[in-house]
């Protein structure tokens, strides 16, 4: 079903304007980006509606988008790597975010954790997206430490349980995915960009 869809696509797009060999890799891995973002947020919508959590998922996945921005962090190296760890984490978040009660004390520890692990490792970057400037990741960094506090303000004065649930649970996979030792874990190479340093690119 992907391999027809980028075919068709790449058939259909090449009928309008003539493409190089660069430009086609260019488009097929976007075309398979937007097939699998495409297709998980239907599993994802249609699971979300089944199980009565869709506002749940709104807020997960706009908070978590909302860290990743700038944070990033690594990606499955496989579709089906992708596709086994996307639908427990999200679902299974979105239940948490539904039902947990947690003790404040906890919360207040997940966002000193949170805050640190972005203090000292945002922006993660990975190989296909390496961060060779300094200024790009100071400039995420500090967009990222700033997005934690005014999210931990908010969580202050919102206080509302289902929102700092989802803010709690975000940061905390947030933070797992930035952490060198889950690439480690993983086999993916952290600091991307220092390979360009030879090149003068830092």
Sequence with gaps: MKKKFISNSLKYIESKQSLTELDKKKLKYGLEGFYNLTTKFIVL???????NLMIELIILTS??????????????????????????????G???????????????IIWIFGFISFLLFAPADTKSRPLI???????????????????????????????LNATIYA????????????????????????????????
Excluded: D
């Excluded at 919508?45 to 199980?51: C, D, P, V």
């Excluded at 790009?136 to 960094?141: D, E, F, G, T, V």
């Design 171 to 202: 940061l905390t996979l947030e933070s797992i995915v930035i952490n060198p030792i889950t690439y480690k874990l993983f086999n993916m190479p952290y600091n991307n960009y220092k390979v360009y340093k030879k090149y003068g690119l830092n």
């Design 63 to 92: 908070i978590y988008g909302l860290l990743r921005l700038y944070g990033f962090g690594l990606h499955a190296k496989k579709s089906w790597q992708c596709w086994i760890t996307t639908i427990p984490i999200y679902i299974g």
């Design 133 to 163: 400037h300094k200024e790009k990741r100071i400039r995420a960094k500090i967009l990222s430490i700033s997005i934690i506090i005014i999210l931990f303000i908010i969580n202050i004065f919102l206080k509302i349980n289902i929102f």
């Design 45 to 51: 919508i249609t699971l979300a509606i089944i199980f």
């Design 94 to 108: 979105c239940f948490f975010i539904k039902y947990a009660i947690l003790p404040t004390y906890i919360t207040y």
